[in-house]
């Protein structure tokens, strides 16, 4: 059964950079047709994309975003990494690692994990 | 791709049948849209993906239908559970949530 959990700090100072981690147990991030994605979610809002990447290091961001973000992978290690800089209070949120599953119609987070609070504040 | 959903707030009783509706800001194949479920404290959940197609292990009281900018989720029955946050997605975009409440 797949499993991803995120790890990293939960309080980042304004300006500072944002770093987390999804490991990912129960199956390989180096399968095929998958990628493997970071998305966060304000305290009481909706849901926000941030990016996408897979196996081979191919990826994408979500544009107002782009400027301040950097996703990689390790597939030693099975995990893929978030990175958000210069960050201030708008960047606290949820932030969720999941399995983008693609398929010829459409792409579907089909398994996600817990999700970790990142607080900005000083 | 702006999604927008309606109602905001579903206010219904378990039993009721549940409408919700995701509306695209422009033609979108139904192929590529997908409906979350999402309990307070919990990742969401994908319950529908192409539009009608259930996720491994989701009810039959959900379904999905809709083509084009119009979509809908429906529970047919509602259970104690159900009661949660639903989005819509396609691709990079989700919309901002319908909160089903119990009434």
């Known amino acids: 059964q797949l499993q991803l959990q995120e790890s990293g700090p939960g309080l980042v100072k304004p300006s500072e950079t944002l770093s987390l981690t999804c490991t990912v147990s129960g199956g390989s991030i180096s399968s095929s047709g998958y990628y493997w994605v970071w998305v966060r979610q304000p305290p009481g809002k909706g849901l926000e994309w941030i990016g996408s990447?897979?196996?081979?290091?191919?990826?994408y961001y979500n544009s107002p975003l782009k400027s301040r973000v950097t996703i990689s992978v390790d597939t030693s290690k099975n995990q893929f990494s978030l990175k958000v800089t210069s960050v201030t209070a708008a960047d606290t949120a949820v932030y969720y690692c999941a399995r983008l599953w693609q398929t010829a119609g459409g792409n579907y987070f089909d398994n996600w994990g817990q999700g970790t609070l990142v607080t900005v504040s000083s | 791709i702006v999604l927008t959903q309606s109602p905001g707030t579903l206010s219904l009783s378990p039993g009721e049948r549940a409408t919700l509706s995701c509306r695209a800001s422009q033609s979108v194949s139904s192929s590529s849209l997908a409906w979350y479920q999402q309990k307070p404290g919990q990742a969401p959940r994908l319950l529908i993906y192409?539009?009608?197609s259930r996720a491994t292990g989701i009810p039959d009281r959900f379904s999905g239908s809709g083509s084009g900018t119009d979509f809908t989720l429906t529970i047919s029955r509602l259970e104690p559970e159900d009661f949660a946050m639903y989005y819509c997605q396609q691709y990079g975009s989700f919309g901002q949530g319908t909160k089903l409440e119990i009434k």
């Open positions: 990447i897979n196996y081979s290091g191919k990826i």
């Open positions: 192409g539009a009608s």
